[in-house]
T-cell receptor, first 114, second 111 residues
Framework: DAGVTQSPTHLIKTRGQHVTLRCSPI?????VSWYQQVLGQGPQFIFQ???????GRGNFPDRFSARQFPNYSSELNVNALLLGDSALYLC?????????????FGPGTRLTVL | AQSVTQLDSQVPVFEEAPVELRCNYS??????LFWYVQYPNQGLQLLLK??????LVKGINGFEAEFNKSQTSFHLRKPSVHISDTAEYFC?????????FGAGTILRVKS
């Protein structure tokens, strides 16, 4: 079975631009969470979506937004990119919305902001 | 404050030796604890989790962890490591139904 897939694998943007990252969950999983992992740090929670509704939001500015589609795939959007947004963005899917449901992570999208 | 502290940023160890990776957390009402492993250029993989019950939790690849409520710790151990265990390990705890991760410990297994 396919695991969590993310696209693109890498991308390079310049300050002020906008970026869209995509995630496809494991088949049957209805919850998708997004994390930001800055080099040398642990992942930091950005958003959780379950059944197309936002279930949780981390401490990130409004430049960050996300949505979940009827097929449970998800997009993370970041506007007005800053150098500090350079990071590995991880998507995780799970069957349900509770943290006790095992989260399965994708390989991530490496974003570089110049 | 919601925090997870991994006390060692890097742990070098020889192959077949035992290893312990330390993790402490700030306490909260619920105690759900996790260890994840991240191999180079890959996402995170769940090693084990503590939700309730026995304080000794066994996971994949021969790893185990012990929940110690009084010391607010959840240290990860393996009695004999392999070269293939070289990776970064993250401890995480639930706060408000969200995972908060520690900064990670790089385990370097030397031959």
């Amino acid at each position: 079975d396919a695991g969590v897939t993310q696209s693109p694998t890498h991308l390079i943007k310049t300050r002020g631009q906008h970026v869209t990252l995509r995630c496809s969950p494991i088949s049957g999983h209805k919850s998708v969470s997004w994390y930001q992992q800055v080099l040398g740090q642990g992942p930091q929670f950005i958003f959780q979506y379950y059944e197309k509704e936002e279930r949780g939001r981390g401490n990130f500015p409004d430049r960050f937004s996300a949505r979940q589609f009827p097929n449970y795939s998800s997009e993370l959007n970041v506007n007005a990119l800053l150098l500090g947004d350079s990071a590995l963005y991880l998507c995780a899917s799970s069957l349900g919305p509770d943290v006790t449901d095992t989260q399965y992570f994708g390989p991530g999208t490496r974003l570089t902001v110049l | 404050a919601q925090s997870v502290t991994q006390l060692d940023s890097q742990v070098p160890v020889f192959e077949e030796a035992p290893v312990e990776l330390r993790c402490n957390y700030s306490s909260s009402v619920s105690v759900y604890l996790f260890w994840y492993v991240q191999y180079p250029n890959q996402g995170l993989q769940l090693l084990l989790k503590y939700l309730s019950g026995s304080t000794l939790v066994k996971g994949i690849n021969g790893f185990e962890a012990e929940f110690n409520k009084s010391q607010t710790s959840f240290h990860l151990r393996k009695p004999s490591v392999h070269i293939s265990d070289t990776a970064e390990y993250f401890c995480a705890k639930e706060y408000g139904n969200k995972l908060v991760f520690g900064a990670g410990t790089i385990l370097r297994v030397k031959s």
